[in-house]
């Protein structure tokens, strides 16, 4: 149990909609990144966000774009959605500071038909 | 640039065996290394870390060392169990990225039969 939640955990779009997934972050986590998880790959990071601004993206277009509230929590919208965005999307919480633990959720499976 | 080479899969071993899975990295600063395990159907845990030089972090029976001349991060494992069965990530996290940015390497996929 790492504390980090997200939802939905399964879902089905179809090719060109939109979709958001949520995550709530442990306790006391400033620090909420997102990562995608294709099927027989690593994952990926996407980006993160550190006190409500985003601060770093990976290799992902602007239709990948993200949210961080004032509570900490998080959300990643993928807009046109596209038959490769299947994946396992995974976020991930840690506190403030280089070096500390990063705790991930179970993770959101998209699947885009 | 960052990036984690990881050994092939899949990996087959009885249990009892001893398990290594070979991880290498390429990092433009002082990492932090990791393995992390990913049960079926399940998210990821960190599994053991190491923040520097020399390091070796253990967890649950499961061991790596920091090698920096070597630039390796190999997990080990004396005994493995069927319980083990999983896939293990090698990540590292560079001070100059982004904060807490993880690089994975691909996973292997380890199978342990009774």
């Known amino acids: 149990e790492t504390g980090v939640t997200q939802s939905p955990t399964h879902l089905i779009k179809t090719r060109g909609q939109q979709v958001t997934l949520r995550c709530s972050s442990q306790s006391g986590h400033n620090t909420v990144s997102w990562y995608q998880q294709a099927l027989g790959q690593g994952p990926q990071f996407i980006f993160q966000?550190?006190?409500?601004?985003?601060?770093g993206r990976g290799n992902f277009p602007p239709r990948f774009s993200g949210l961080q509230f004032p509570n900490y929590s998080s959300e990643l919208n993928v807009n046109a959605l596209e038959l490769d965005d299947s994946a396992l999307y995974l976020c991930?919480?840690?506190?403030?500071?280089?070096?500390?633990?990063?705790?991930f959720g179970e993770g959101s499976w998209l699947t885009v038909v | 640039g960052n990036s984690v080479t990881q050994m092939e899969g899949p990996v087959t071993l009885s249990e009892e065996a001893f398990l290594t899975i070979n991880c290498t990295y390429t990092a433009t600063g002082y990492p932090s290394l990791f393995w992390y395990v990913q049960y079926p159907g399940e998210g990821l845990q960190l599994l053991l870390k190491?923040?520097?030089?020399?390091d070796k972090g253990s967890n649950k029976g499961f061991e790596a060392t920091y090698r920096k001349e070597t630039t390796s991060f190999h997990l080990e494992k004396g005994s493995v169990q069927v319980s083990d069965s999983a896939v293990y990530f090698c990540a590292l996290s560079d001070r100059g990225s982004t904060l807490g940015r993880l690089y994975f390497g691909r996973g292997t996929q380890l199978t342990v039969w009774p």
């Open positions: 190491a923040t520097k030089a020399d």
């Open positions: 991930a919480s840690s506190p403030e500071g280089y070096g500390n633990t990063i705790y």
């Open positions: 966000y550190y006190r409500e601004e985003e601060n």
